[in-house]
């Protein structure tokens, strides 16, 4: 059964802004009348009529303008931007394509694939001499020689790929005639180190297209290269443009956003039961006959978990209840091989799969039409997710997008609703830009040195062009340009930190050919653990696991993996060979990274439904079905208004808990309880066990708590907050463990050249040392500032803890004294079981306490 079943018009209005939305009677007037009849009669024969957004976006590139693209899912953003080039390009000759003459920016090496093939019908019926071609890392050697001698006149590649062209000495002639380049799912990229990335790959193109397009730029609005970005799901749509073509273009670009509306069905799974007290996961597997149901009346589902372990379990538990649906279900995660997810993409496609368990790895663009329906395992965490997800179904013009919420505990239908809810008021949350990451500068400047040399001053201007890099200062350029050709003040002395070298003619060269062939080997931001390769013994691969998640097996232990029960027998250079096991016992395979932490517009519409809450109001479905849980934490506790935030103050056998709850997402939450603790142990020594979860945090002392109003006062208080929360934190381990991704991707550590990979261990140890030289004779080395920054906004969302400080300080402080752990509560002391049982021994200590607490619930109404 479903609830809370209503159906969004999701669609994106006009915004009043000085970038300017064109509709289609302004896109006409700007074109000769047939300009682009042969664009829109294919549109039509492919049964399609092009929507204003299209024709807005035909008009401004016959400007010669850039701009970004916003529309839903499935509303044809990719022809928005293609079909200008296709329609105004050059025509070529039949034995020789033009040369390039359109780039397009993909961020998936999958979706590169998909995307050319889409590209490629379009330019087949427009320009049947123009060359279609992709180049990714899975592009074959055969291929990137031939492109190597002519890119062909669409280039679909990843910014990684893009990186590595711009790192050839000719590179300026192959991109010579470039006419537009579009870069796809750009909110995907634009909040990452990649966005910088490409955010610096532009700009360079853009200064060659100065150079050597003179015809190009006489047919462009103030002679610039005409840069499109795609998107379904932004809210900061001023930024996202800016960081796309440059703070200093963005004024005579355009921003077209999609008119049409975009009908989502958004529904929430209900649980038979609702539990009083629930904590993460508690629901677990219960909601699988539902599941099932769905399953069985739909073509074909998707089915979203928010991490790959949960999607092992899942596919597993649909086989173990339906064995009849082997061959036509699958899964899909970014940890199986290449080959596998490329067999699941072409089952979803020619509709052969009835369901198939995934992660993010199917969020972005792959066109799967036949996709009747997606179900989100748990939370989503955000609208924009949400949103992003439901639009894999539906993936055209018109057609009903539908997804489902299916929740692993109770106040998870609370978050269903609050996303909802914001999305009917088409509301999502912003992406942030990188602001000048060092360690990408860096790589920048050597690839920069790679493909041809730079002069310093003349790169410094460029790079400045870009958003991440408008404001640098001039003491960190210099310190950046100091460092990959000096190597610092501490590595001046070892040849291999000394990458560039300024000749007499002021042009800055890499000529050392063995540092060349390293750097293009490790070009890009992607840094993900140390990973071994899964191979069966008849030498089929199934994919990777962490290093770390090996080195915790014993040969004989069975763990699940691929949607197989496999058993361990060895490992050896990097690679774990495993045999297939009957079925038995085993562990999921667990890979690292946080959990995702609720958004601040979830949270902030969550605060919102438990607010109404204590005042009577069960609006929404959802809300309603978990009445009974939030009645009894008002009754036993509090509930917060809008303007409040409650604190709970426990004792029970164990020790004393302190509990409050900010509604702010888990890793928020994390900050608030290292600052708390520390300047509660700051004032009188005592240790504590810290719990958190997206609701709030808690703190256990063995001894009392004594907190006064004026106590939170200074809780609250402003003054040095990330100081407090770095003396809080082991920072010197977290910081030199966000220095190994640091280091990789400045160039100081090496990954090992193709088939010898270095150890998790090994790279650890190199950029230990590095951090530990740095630290010792070098302390002013900005890239440790860089390390500490990274730990606050990626572990600690120190901006958002920042932001909750505020709110809190100007909201009141409810304090009680429960005589017994309150709903609330409840789920962040299983989390503190968590860590110091079995999965077994928390189940049945977490059933004797549910039990105990219902009893007293049941003796209270009765009473």
């Given at each position: ?313 899942w596919y597993q538990a649909l086989l173990d209840a ?238 699940v993996f691929a949607g197989r029960v496999l058993e ?221 920054r990274e730990v606050l906004e990626r572990q600690l ?67």
């Amino acid at each position: 059964m479903r609830v809370g079943v209503v159906i969004l018009r999701i669609g994106v209005g006009r915004h009043k802004r000085p970038f300017a939305v064109m509709n289609a009677p302004q896109a006409h007037a700007l074109l000769a009348p047939d300009s682009f009849a042969p664009a829109r009669d294919w549109l039509q024969s492919q049964g399609y009529t092009p929507f204003p957004f299209q024709e807005a976006v035909w008009a401004a590139y016959a400007e010669g303008r850039s701009g970004l693209v916003h529309a839903p899912t499935g509303m044809g953003k990719t022809y928005a931007a293609l079909l200008g080039p296709l329609a105004l390009g050059a025509a070529g000759k039949t034995d020789q394509p033009p040369p390039l003459t359109v780039l397009w920016i993909t961020p998936l090496r999958a979706l590169a694939q998909d995307t050319g093939l889409a590209l490629s019908r379009a330019a087949a019926a427009l320009r049947p001499h123009w060359r279609v071609d992709v180049r990714t890392g899975d592009t074959s050697s055969a291929s990137r020689a031939k492109q190597s001698q002519r890119l062909p006149t669409i280039l679909v590649t990843t910014p990684e790929s893009l990186t590595l062209l711009v790192a050839r000495d000719d590179w300026r002639e192959h991109f010579a005639h470039l006419a537009a380049v579009v870069v796809d799912e750009w909110h995907e990229l634009m909040s990452t180190k990649r966005g910088a990335q490409v955010e610096l790959a532009l700009a360079r193109l853009r200064s060659c297209w100065h150079r050597c397009s003179e015809a190009a730029q006489a047919a462009s609005v103030g002679g610039r290269l005409p840069v499109w970005g795609l998107s379904a799901t932004l809210a900061n749509l001023d930024e996202a443009l800016a960081c796309l073509v440059g703070p200093g273009n963005a004024g005579e670009a355009r921003i077209v956003e999609g008119l049409a509306d975009k009908p989502i069905e958004i529904a929430t799974a209900r649980p038979a039961t609702i539990h009083r007290f629930p904590w993460g996961g508690h629901i677990g597997l219960a909601l699988l006959p539902q599941v099932i149901d769905a399953i069985d009346n739909a073509r074909s589902t998707l089915i979203f978990t928010n991490v790959r372990s949960a999607t092992e379990i899942w596919y597993q538990a649909l086989l173990d209840a339906r064995p009849h649906w082997a061959g036509q279900i699958a899964l899909h995660h970014g940890s199986l091989e290449r080959d596998v997810r490329d067999f699941v993409e072409e089952g979803l496609r020619t509709g052969k799969l009835r369901a198939v368990v995934c992660t993010s790895s199917l969020d972005l663009g792959v066109d799967f039409t036949p996709v009747d329906q997606v179900l989100q395992i748990g939370s989503p965490k955000g609208v924009a997710r949400l949103l992003q997800r439901a639009g894999r179904s539906g993936h055209q013009p018109g057609a009903l997008s539908k997804v489902t919420v299916v929740p692993t505990q109770a106040l998870e239908l609370v978050e269903a609703a609050a996303a909802r809810e914001a999305a009917d008021e088409r509301r999502i949350e912003p992406r942030r830009p990188l602001i000048a990451p060092l360690d990408v500068l860096v790589q920048h400047l050597v690839t920069c040195a790679l493909g041809g040399g730079f002069r310093p001053d003349e790169l410094l201007a460029e790079v400045r062009t870009t958003h991440a890099y408008a404001q640098l200062d001039d003491n960190d350029w210099q310190w950046a340009l100091d460092f990959v050709v000096h190597g610092g003040a501490s590595l001046n002395a070892y040849p291999e930190y000394r990458r560039v070298v300024i000749g007499e003619d002021g042009i800055a060269r890499m000529p050392d050919v063995q540092m060349a062939r390293r750097h293009r080997m490790q070009i890009g931001t992607i840094v993900s653990e140390a990973s071994i390769v899964v191979q069966l013994r008849d030498g089929r691969r199934l994919g990777h696991v962490e290093e770390s998640f090996i080195a915790r097996l014993a040969p004989g232990d069975c763990f699940v993996f691929a949607g197989r029960v496999l058993e361990f027998v060895r490992v050896r250079e990097m690679t774990a060979w495993v045999r297939v096991a009957p079925q038995k016992a085993a562990v999921v395979t667990r890979w690292l990274g946080t959990k995702m932490p609720l958004s601040t517009l979830l949270s902030e519409r969550t605060r919102k439904l438990v607010a109404a809450a204590k005042h009577g109001r069960f609006e929404s479905p959802e809300v309603a079905l978990v009445r009974p849980l939030l009645e009894l934490q008002a009754r036993w506790s509090a509930l917060p208004d809008e303007r409040e935030w409650l604190c709970e103050r426990i004792a029970l056998h164990d020790g004393h808990y302190t509990f409050f709850y900010p509604f702010e997402g888990r890793l928020a939450h994390l900050g608030l309880a290292t600052l708390f603790s520390y300047r509660l142990s700051r004032e009188t020594p005592r240790s504590f066990s810290l719990m958190v979860n997206d609701y709030g945090f808690g703190l256990m002392s063995k001894t009392p708590l004594e907190l006064s109003l004026g106590d939170i006062g200074r809780l609250l208080a402003a003054p040095n907050v990330e100081a407090d929360i770095l003396a809080g934190l082991n920072a010197a381990e977290l910081g030199r463990r966000q220095f190994r991704e640091i280091a990789r991707v400045a160039g100081l550590v090496f990954q090992g050249y193709p088939g010898q990979p270095q150890s998790n261990r090994q790279l650890q140890a190199s950029s230990g040392l590095l951090w530990d030289v740095f630290n010792e004779y070098d302390p002013g080395n900005l890239l440790l500032r860089q390390a500490t920054r990274e730990v606050l906004e990626r572990q600690l969302e120190a901006s958002r803890l920042t932001a909750a400080l505020a709110r809190m300080r100007r909201c009141r402080a409810i304090v009680t004294r429960p005589r017994r752990p309150t709903p609330f509560a409840f789920a962040l002391i299983v989390e503190l079981f968590r860590e110091k049982l079995t999965t077994e021994a928390l189940e049945t200590r977490v059933a004797r306490m549910v039990a105990d607490l219902e009893a007293a619930a049941q003796r209270e109404a009765w009473t």
